[in-house]
Each structure stands twice: as C-alpha cells, then as structure tokens.
C-alpha cells in the first residue's frame, strides 16, 4: 500500500506561481508512475501531468503546456508540481496519484494509489 500526501496548494494571484509537492510513504516510490489530477467543483477529474520511472519521461496536459512542469526527487521520494502562469481556470483541487508499472496513461482509472488532495485557489 503508497500512502501519498500533498502540500504546497493555497491562494495565488493570476500570473503567480506555486508548487505542489507528493510525498510517498514507500522507498520504492521511483518504481512508480506518478501523476497529477485536478478537480473543478462540478466537473470531472482531470489529468494535469505524469511523469515515469526516470525523469526523462513525461507528460502533460496541453491546457498546461508551457507553464506547469513535473519533476520527481527519487532520493527524497517526492514528486514535485511547478505551477507557473497561473489562470483562474486552474482553480481546483490536485491530487496526486500512482500507479504500478512503466506506462504513463491520462486516465483516472489507470491509478491504484490517490492522496487526499490540496486546494489551490488563483484569483483574477
């Protein structure tokens, strides 16, 4: 069992910056594919960005391209989320996830391991 905790969210001004940050509770977090989703009130989760084993491989969403960017620090077993540029439509709740396996996938059911989440306001 991965036990994952966010930190970092809170109130930002448009055009500012924040970084959200997952913490795992197994040393073998470096062994997993982990990703970033978002939730708006009244819409459906979202997928935001993945990145895999090395830190070469990732992926993310285009509304985010170019101003967010994932990073993981497999010695600290973290996986960090740089929000830069913010929007107001960026405004939700972020949740990190993991999942086994060396695939990176977009799809909410493809991950086995979910944090509790981390609000993240951007006000215009």
């Known amino acids: 069992q991965v036990q994952l905790v966010e930190s970092g969210g809170g109130l930002v001004q448009a055009g500012g910056s924040l970084d959200l940050s997952c913490a795992a509770s197994v040393n073998t977090f470096s062994h997993y594919v982990t990703g970033w989703f978002r939730q708006a009130p009244g819409k459906e989760r979202e997928f935001v960005a993945a990145?895999?084993?090395?830190?070469?491989?990732?992926n993310l969403a285009d509304s985010v391209k170019g101003r967010f960017t994932i990073s993981r620090d497999n010695a600290k077993n973290t996986v960090t989320l740089e929000m830069n540029s913010l929007k107001p439509e960026d405004t939700a709740v972020y949740y990190c996830a993991a999942r086994r396996g060396t695939e990176i996938v977009r799809l909410v059911a493809g991950y086995n391991f979910w944090g509790q989440g981390t609000q993240v306001t951007v006000s215009s």
């Open positions: 990145i895999g084993w090395s830190a070469g491989g990732t």
